[in-house]
């Protein structure tokens, strides 16, 4: 196999080195006029035919011969049949993974809560699970079990009553660990359809596809617009962009693991972004050498160069502190601090998806079995979001309780305000409430 590595070389103390950061990190989730019109009109498509839709553009699309919804439909049982189809260390595995998950995010969960103020007036907020969520899982030979546990787990410790999941079987391929991945995270009914044809189908409702109240999971750009186009009609988890991983070193690191943390990401596909930073120009080349030796040992070698030649770089800094400004300026999904006191430098880190800490925590273990969620902000929207996890399944309503002094009190307020904005609805409802020696004050 013939590789060859182009790795961009950065140096922070360059003129124009954020003019060139900037154009290494800039890449738009933007569908062309064609996708947007195709996921338009399979949407129109579901809403008004329902599942006669659905099995159409299964056929279509997927290469399934169904010749009915009840075709595209996985009983309860039928998940538990695929626990006996994987091997038992796959079954182990998946089972620790789950297990690690629950645990961790159980400590997410959020309790109602109320306080009394001495009037009697009561506030507080009421914490409550969604009805439904949906899941999108890709199938095929694309088919992450991993990612079945992360949407579904934190969405039944948050207490959604019902998890649906929608997976396409192409050409009819099924893939059992995915299917076993949704037994054990306790995945309540799937639909084996993908596509903007699945996301309208759990937006809208079909006659066997219940509405749900919000849709998580990863997809390719027809799903990715699909889920813009219903964002309102349905809460989304997010428009995910390419994986990234962002690796900050000191220098000290056996620059074989580097580079295969870089490839982590990078063998995702081609638009994924690895990057490395540090001070030691150095450790760099060395670096950049076991980039060149280990490439041709990859099974996605391919995809891996076009990565790392096209996104990827090796950025020098001046020092350790100047990789951290670096760092909360990409904002990464995944940022390792591969580094000897990992604690020491955590406050300085601002802006990142998640943080693994030392020399011995490669991103991979986030991704499979570590505990916190994997589904992660990615370009640059680290800056203001967060990892999926057992909040975005709950909704939180405040509570108000007026005692009648509380409700005289709070009236006064109220009048004021809403005299100043012109709402005299607003300001005579408040006074009504004002207890009569009050008003004669």
């Given at each position: 196999?013939?590789?060859?590595?182009?790795?961009?070389?950065?140096?922070?103390?360059?003129?124009?080195?954020?003019?060139?950061?900037?154009?290494?990190?800039?890449?738009?989730?933007?569908?062309?006029?064609?996708?947007?019109?195709?996921?338009?009109?399979?949407?129109?498509?579901?809403?008004?035919?329902?599942?006669?839709?659905l099995v159409e553009f299964t056929q279509r699309f997927d290469g399934v011969?169904?010749?009915?919804?009840?075709?595209?439909?996985?009983?309860?049982?039928?998940?538990?049949?695929?626990?006996?189809?994987?091997?038992?260390?796959?079954?182990?595995?998946?089972?620790?993974?789950?297990?690690?998950?629950?645990?961790?995010?159980?400590?997410?969960?959020?309790?109602?809560?109320?306080?009394?103020?001495?009037?009697?007036?009561?506030?507080?907020?009421?914490?409550?699970?969604?009805?439904?969520?949906?899941?999108?899982?890709?199938?095929?030979?694309?088919?992450?079990?991993?990612?079945?546990?992360?949407?579904?787990?934190?969405?039944?410790?948050?207490?959604?009553?019902?998890?649906?999941?929608?997976?396409?079987?192409?050409?009819?391929?099924?893939?059992?660990?995915?299917?076993?991945?949704?037994?054990?995270?306790?995945?309540?009914?799937?639909?084996?359809?993908?596509?903007?044809?699945?996301?309208?189908?759990?937006?809208?409702?079909?006659?066997?596809?219940?509405?749900?109240?919000?849709?998580?999971?990863?997809?390719?750009?027809?799903?990715?617009?699909?889920?813009?186009?219903?964002?309102?009609?349905?809460?989304?988890?997010?428009?995910?962009?390419?994986?990234?991983?962002?690796?900050?070193?000191?220098?000290?690191?056996?620059?074989?693991?580097?580079?295969?943390?870089?490839?982590?990401?990078?063998?995702?596909?081609?638009?994924?972004?690895?990057?490395?930073?540090?001070?030691?120009?150095?450790?760099?080349?060395?670096?950049?050498?076991?980039?060149?030796?280990?490439?041709?040992?990859?099974?996605?070698?391919?995809?891996?160069?076009?990565?790392?030649?096209?996104?990827?770089?090796?950025?020098?800094?001046?020092?350790?502190?100047?990789?951290?400004?670096?760092?909360?300026?990409?904002?990464?999904?995944?940022?390792?601090?591969?580094?000897?006191?990992?604690?020491?430098?955590?406050?300085?880190?601002?802006?990142?998806?998640?943080?693994?800490?030392?020399?011995?925590?490669?991103?991979?273990?986030?991704?499979?079995?570590?505990?916190?969620?994997?589904?992660?902000?990615?370009?640059?929207?680290?800056?203001?979001?967060?990892?999926?996890?057992?909040?975005?399944?709950?909704?939180?309503?405040?509570?108000?309780?007026?005692?009648?002094?509380?409700?005289?009190?709070?009236?006064?307020?109220?009048?004021?305000?809403?005299?100043?904005?012109?709402?005299?609805?607003?300001?005579?409802?408040?006074?009504?409430?004002?207890?009569?020696?009050?008003?004669?004050?």
């Amino acid at each position: 196999m013939t590789v060859s590595t182009a790795i961009a070389r950065l140096n922070a103390a360059d003129p124009d080195f954020a003019r060139h950061l900037d154009h290494l990190l800039s890449w738009e989730s933007v569908s062309d006029d064609a996708v947007n019109q195709r996921v338009l009109d399979i949407i129109k498509g579901v809403r008004e035919r329902g599942d006669a839709a659905l099995v159409e553009f299964t056929q279509r699309f997927d290469g399934v011969s169904a010749n009915s919804i009840d075709d595209l439909i996985l009983g309860r049982e039928r998940l538990e049949l695929a626990l006996t189809r994987i091997t038992p260390v796959q079954r182990e595995a998946l089972e620790k993974a789950a297990n690690r998950v629950r645990m961790y995010h159980e400590r997410q969960k959020q309790d109602s809560w109320q306080y009394t103020e001495a009037d009697g007036t009561v506030l507080g907020q009421k914490v409550t699970p969604l009805d439904r969520a949906g899941l999108y899982v890709p199938g095929g030979k694309a088919s992450y079990p991993s990612s079945v546990l992360m949407n579904a787990i934190p969405a039944k410790v948050a207490g959604v009553a019902e998890v649906v999941m929608v997976v396409p079987t192409p050409r009819g391929e099924v893939n059992e660990l995915v299917l076993a991945a949704a037994c054990i995270a306790g995945v309540d009914r799937v639909f084996t359809v993908g596509g903007a044809q699945a996301v309208a189908a759990l937006a809208y409702g079909t006659e066997s596809v219940p509405q749900v109240d919000k849709i998580v999971g990863p997809g390719n750009i027809y799903v990715a617009t699909a889920k813009r186009h219903v964002f309102g009609q349905v809460g989304i988890d997010m428009i995910a962009g390419p994986s990234e991983i962002l690796v900050v070193c000191d220098g000290q690191t056996d620059p074989d693991w580097i580079a295969m943390d870089l490839f982590s990401q990078a063998e995702h596909d081609e638009d994924a972004q690895a990057i490395l930073v540090s001070p030691d120009a150095a450790f760099l080349d060395r670096v950049a050498a076991s980039i060149s030796k280990l490439l041709p040992t990859m099974e996605r070698a391919d995809i891996i160069e076009k990565s790392i030649n096209g996104r990827g770089a090796l950025i020098q800094v001046r020092d350790m502190q100047q990789a951290m400004d670096v760092a909360n300026r990409i904002a990464p999904e995944h940022l390792e601090l591969s580094v000897a006191d990992p604690q020491a430098w955590l406050p300085h880190i601002r802006h990142a998806g998640a943080i693994f800490m030392g020399r011995h925590t490669s991103e991979a273990l986030g991704d499979y079995c570590a505990g916190p969620n994997h589904v992660l902000p990615t370009s640059g929207t680290a800056r203001f979001s967060s990892p999926l996890g057992v909040y975005d399944f709950q909704k939180r309503s405040s509570i108000i309780f007026c005692s009648e002094q509380g409700a005289s009190e709070l009236g006064h307020t109220a009048s004021v305000l809403a005299r100043g904005e012109s709402l005299t609805a607003h300001a005579r409802s408040a006074e009504y409430r004002i207890l009569t020696q009050e008003k004669g004050n």
